[in-house]
């Protein structure tokens, strides 16, 4: 790949995907960005990993939550801001800041993108098994022509939008259903959220990387900017959005941990070595219930594969002008591979689901610890916008949290392998 000099690539005139967004209404990109940062981050791990860790810790895993979404405001308030008033991705920026970490941030989340991504398509399989009895490798392949037939449209970001956004609606009516019928302790929950009765390092990091780490810190910005909205002007929209779509994801955790925990109070065990989520859906609304559960889940992956494939390949696509005026197809690539992959090597395991949320937690701090220092020092960059102070310290704090839980966590996160 040849190098580029970032600025050239992404300022809105020269943005390599803004001409194919299609005319649509105003606000359709910004619930698009929204739609799709919390529907990456609500993808098939993300079933596993609430399941999983309700079922270790009932009540108390409400804690866990609350810090996920803390920092997922902190980090994404931040994060938006700053890639969109620039109008650079986040791995120009970085290069601007220190150059070759741009590089090694790219190949980082491309990685990380793409092993979610396996998981993804795993996951996207399992849903139409659900549903329909098809063999998961089967319901891999049709979902990976899906999202072809979506990237090789040359108005590829604008059917994203509008795939995302009923499908995160679907999502959300759905388990919302689920919650009420399984009836949760919800004073327990509310209880437990301020005083666990147990705190669990593993588990924060786990879910705050599988919800705010990896490829889906910039999942939505990357999304703003392919739509062509960038630049201080946009500020107070980039910042609404980005508010918005932390609480949108914030919601859906919220009531699919209380739908888990309605379940596991009962004294009801969920396999967390198969399917916990499944088991808990079926748990509390029976066959109907599983039939859900399959809804859900497909859903959940088929936009996380959108979302991983698109942001995943908008970090390579910088450092050639091949992959950038042919964006959409690239992207379709990145995800027949991951299916390829997935073919080959069998359906995910649960332990490698939680891992990979686990490792998105660990390698979170690096990025965003080049967006907090070009909110305080670079203002060059931010096309001498005056970056507000609160805002600052929100993402110092978040910052110094995000560190301190991948110290602790590292040991943990790589013992789940052995």
Excluded at 13 to 41: D, E
Excluded at 282 to 310: C, E, N, P, R, Y
Excluded at 392 to 399: A, D, F, K, T
Aim: charged share 10%; with cysteine; proline share 4%.
């Amino acid at each position: 790949m040849s190098d580029v000099e970032p600025h050239e690539t992404t300022t809105p005139a020269a943005s390599s995907t803004s001409p194919k967004a299609k005319p649509v209404s105003r606000l359709v990109p910004f619930f698009g960005a929204i739609a799709l940062m919390a529907t990456s981050a609500i993808g098939p791990g993300f079933l596993t990993q609430t399941a999983t860790f309700t079922q270790q810790l009932g009540a108390a895993f409400s804690f866990g939550i609350l810090i996920s979404i803390l920092l997922d405001l902190a980090i994404q308030m931040n994060v938006w801001r700053v890639v969109g008033v620039s109008g650079l991705r986040a791995q120009e920026l970085a290069q601007r800041v220190l150059p070759g970490l741009g590089i090694v941030l790219s190949v980082i989340v491309f990685v990380c993108g793409f092993i979610a991504n396996m998981g993804n398509v795993a996951g996207a399989g399992l849903g139409l098994n659900v549903l329909f009895g098809l063999d998961p490798r089967w319901g891999a392949v049709i979902t990976t022509v899906l999202a072809l037939v979506i990237f090789v449209n040359r108005y590829f970001v604008s059917i994203m939008d509008r795939t995302t956004i009923p499908l995160g609606l679907i999502m959300l009516a759905l388990t919302l259903f689920v919650a009420i019928v399984s009836s949760p302790p919800v004073d327990q929950a509310a209880l437990q959220t301020v005083l666990p009765d147990q705190i669990n390092i593993l588990a924060i990091t786990t879910i705050v990387g599988g919800t705010v780490g990896g490829y889906i810190t910039y999942a939505g910005a990357h999304k703003l900017l392919a739509s062509g909205i960038s630049g201080p002007g946009r500020v107070r929209e980039i910042a609404r959005t980005s508010a918005l779509g932390v609480i949108a994801t914030g919601v859906m955790r919220w009531l699919l941990f209380l739908a888990v925990l309605g379940v596991v109070s009962t004294g009801a065990v969920l396999d967390v070595t198969d399917n916990p989520a499944g088991d808990a859906f079926q748990a509390a609304a029976g066959d109907i219930g599983f039939k859900i559960f399959g809804v859900v889940l497909w859903a959940a992956a088929m936009t996380s594969v959108i979302g991983a494939s698109f942001t995943s390949v908008s970090f390579i696509s910088t450092y050639s002008r091949h992959l950038r005026e042919r964006e959409g197809i690239a992207v379709g690539a990145f995800v027949v591979a991951c299916c390829t992959v997935f073919l080959l090597a069998g359906q995910a395991p649960v332990t490698v689901l939680v891992f990979s949320g686990g490792f998105n937690g660990l390698v979170l701090p690096l990025g965003f610890s080049v967006t907090m220092w070009i909110a305080w020092r670079r203002r060059d960059l931010l096309r001498g916008y005056r970056y507000p102070r609160w805002l600052i310290v929100v993402g110092v704090l978040g910052l110094a949290l995000s560190w301190v839980l991948a110290v602790l966590a590292f040991e943990p996160v790589f013992a789940l392998l052995q």
